[in-house]
Nanobody, 118 residues
Framework: QVHVVESGGGLVQAGGSLRLSCVAS????????MGWYRQEPGKQRELVAT???????NYADSVKGRFTISRDNDKNTVYLQMNSLRPEDTAVYYC????????????WGQGTQVTISS
């Protein structure tokens, strides 16, 4: 129903930057949330940042001041600008889309690897 594809991951040194992109296609509702989660080796998936269609933005405390989420609604695309990267940011980053109707339906991308070397 909704296809989600991330890109932009890679290997950078600590202090560097990366910009992730995610394009969603299919049946995307006008009321929705797009955002990013990540999963570090041996740990559970955690929220990074979300951006609701109504404008509400939420960041994890660990990335505030370093990461910026943005949306291009005409292209159904969400971005994550990551600056001042740290080794602990190393993870697989997953884009997600939540369609909001009577109930919420979540869709996930395949993930993109981000590796930060010290």
């Amino acid at each position: 129903q909704v296809h989600v594809v991330e890109s932009g991951g890679g290997l950078v040194q600590a202090g560097g930057s990366l910009r992730l992109s995610c394009v969603a296609s299919g049946n995307i509702f006008s009321h929705n949330v797009m955002g990013w989660y990540r999963q570090e080796p041996g740990k559970q998936r955690e929220l990074v940042a979300t951006f609701a269609s109504g404008g509400f933005i939420n960041y994890a405390d660990s990335v505030k001041g370093r990461f910026t989420i943005s949306r291009d609604n005409d292209k159904n695309t969400v971005y994550l600008q990551m600056n001042s990267l740290r080794p602990e940011d190393t993870a697989v980053y997953y884009c997600y889309v939540r369609n909001i109707g009577f109930v919420a339906q979540d869709y996930w991308g395949q993930g993109t690897q981000v590796t930060i070397s010290s």
